[in-house]
């Protein structure tokens, strides 16, 4: 597709990175979203590590690709959306514009993929999403006329098809099994309202055990930025003694210790402050990650890695050597993890 519809592109770099990392991670267990944000995790990495521009360049054109990337999580456009964009969301869906005898072929390699899943439960939910797919009228498959002329129609008569096939499955399901179907999809439907209710209070069950961890674990820790229960639980790890409080001025000397050491925020922009923290920790620790964390839902004037590049030169000018600066959009206890920082 990309091929056949190239000249209506763009950028056509920006897309072909965007069709190659759009599904790079793809574990049917995840489901979606989390494919696509792990999926655009390993693009950034790529974009820090081998993307070509300078900060402004690089920075325009992965936030992008990555909002495009994670866009596949429900395929859907706006107005404001680029034609790229519409185009590579097309491309991804243009297989459900198949022919019958083709996409029922599709259709059963999705099955084998959901192995995992139970028959009632697989043909539920399949069933209730192509359903309204086919049903609703007042939105598109396709971004785009050009792929909308082409392939809706015949989309939305597969989409009704497999849901009738799915439909007799499930009915030959029994009792029990449909029962339990529903109830799973009844609980799915609860989380997800927890998880907007969570987004909207800031209370979440992974923000109450990450800020047990903190007090848990024996981590020296510099946060720029916090929340209530971040800065409770630090608190509370200083009084047990199970992490360090640093006061200012820096000791110019400090004890050196091996392993790695972050230290995050938004940098927005890098100054003397952050230089002169980075500074003590370079010295105290083997090696250094100051991690510049995104939050996907702002908007930046400056970029990620217009700030990245910013305080990579101002670490070359004082020559710390063993200080990396890297963009992290997930959350920062995963790189943490990852690359096993102390």
Same mark, same amino acid.
């Given at each position: 597709?990309?091929?056949?519809h190239?000249?209506l592109?763009?950028?056509?770099?920006?897309?072909?990175?965007?069709i190659?990392?759009?599904?790079?991670i793809?574990?049917?267990?995840? #489901?979606s979203?989390?494919?696509?944000i792990?999926?655009?995790?390993?693009?950034?990495?790529?974009?820090q590590?081998?993307?070509?521009?300078d900060?402004?360049?690089?920075?325009?054109?992965?936030?992008?690709?990555?909002?495009?990337?994670?866009?596949t999580?429900?395929?859907?456009?706006?107005?404001?959306?680029?034609?790229?964009?519409?185009?590579?969301?097309?491309?991804?869906?243009?297989?459900?514009?198949?022919p019958?005898?083709?996409?029922?072929?599709?259709?059963?390699?999705?099955?084998?993929?959901?192995?995992h899943?139970?028959? %009632?439960?697989?043909?539920?939910?399949?069933?209730?999403?192509?359903?309204?797919?086919?049903?609703?009228?007042?939105?598109?498959?396709?971004?785009?006329?050009?792929?909308?002329?082409?392939?809706?129609?015949?989309?939305?008569?597969?989409?009704?098809?497999?849901?009738?096939?799915?439909?007799?499955?499930?009915?030959?399901?029994?009792?029990?099994a449909?029962? #339990?179907?529903?109830?799973?999809?009844?609980?799915k439907?609860l989380?997800? %309202?927890?998880?907007?209710?969570?987004?909207?209070?800031?209370?979440?069950a992974? #923000?109450?055990?990450?800020?047990?961890?903190?007090?848990a674990?024996?981590?020296?820790?510099?946060?720029?930025?916090g929340?209530?229960?971040?800065?409770?639980?630090?608190y509370l790890?200083?009084?047990?003694?199970?992490?360090?409080?640093?006061?200012?001025?820096?000791?110019?000397?400090?004890?050196?210790?091996?392993?790695?050491?972050?230290i995050? #925020?938004?940098f927005?922009?890098?100054h003397?402050?952050?230089?002169?923290?980075?500074?003590?920790?370079?010295a105290?620790?083997?090696?250094?990650?100051?991690?510049?964390?995104?939050?996907?839902?702002?908007?930046?004037?400056?970029?990620?890695?217009?700030?990245?590049?910013l305080?990579?030169a101002?670490?070359?000018?004082?020559?710390?050597?063993n200080v990396?600066?890297?963009v992290?959009w997930?959350?920062?206890?995963?790189?943490?993890?990852q690359?096993g920082?102390?």
């Amino acid at each position: 597709f990309f091929e056949e519809h190239v000249k209506l592109i763009s950028d056509a770099s920006s897309v072909s990175l965007a069709i190659f990392f759009h599904d790079i991670i793809y574990d049917p267990k995840a #489901g979606s979203p989390q494919n696509e944000i792990d999926s655009a995790d390993v693009f950034d990495q790529f974009v820090q590590e081998a993307l070509p521009g300078d900060g402004n360049e690089r920075g325009f054109r992965a936030m992008k690709v990555r909002r495009w990337i994670v866009q596949t999580a429900h395929h859907k456009c706006t107005e404001d959306d680029e034609m790229d964009c519409k185009l590579f969301m097309d491309f991804d869906m243009a297989v459900l514009g198949r022919p019958w005898l083709q996409y029922e072929v599709y259709s059963q390699q999705i099955r084998h993929e959901y192995s995992h899943v139970s028959e %009632a439960l697989y043909c539920a939910a399949r069933g209730a999403f192509l359903t309204s797919t086919a049903t609703d009228s007042g939105s598109k498959i396709f971004a785009t006329d050009i792929f909308r002329n082409e392939r809706e129609k015949q989309a939305a008569e597969n989409a009704a098809q497999e849901a009738e096939v799915l439909r007799a499955k499930l009915d030959s399901c029994s009792f029990l099994a449909r029962i #339990g179907a529903r109830i799973a999809l009844r609980l799915k439907a609860l989380a997800s %309202a927890n998880t907007c209710w969570s987004k909207l209070t800031g209370l979440s069950a992974v #923000g109450l055990l990450a800020g047990s961890a903190i007090a848990a674990a024996p981590v020296h820790v510099m946060f720029g930025v916090g929340i209530p229960v971040s800065a409770a639980a630090g608190y509370l790890a200083v009084q047990l003694g199970t992490s360090t409080y640093i006061r200012q001025p820096l000791p110019t000397t400090p004890e050196p210790e091996s392993g790695l050491a972050l230290i995050a #925020g938004s940098f927005n922009p890098p100054h003397q402050g952050h230089l002169e923290m980075v500074r003590y920790l370079s010295a105290r620790y083997e090696r250094v990650h100051a991690i510049i964390g995104v939050n996907p839902s702002k908007k930046y004037d400056v970029s990620p890695y217009e700030r990245q590049e910013l305080f990579r030169a101002m670490l070359k000018e004082v020559g710390l050597r063993n200080v990396d600066v890297i963009v992290v959009w997930s959350y920062i206890w995963k790189h943490a993890q990852q690359h096993g920082a102390k």
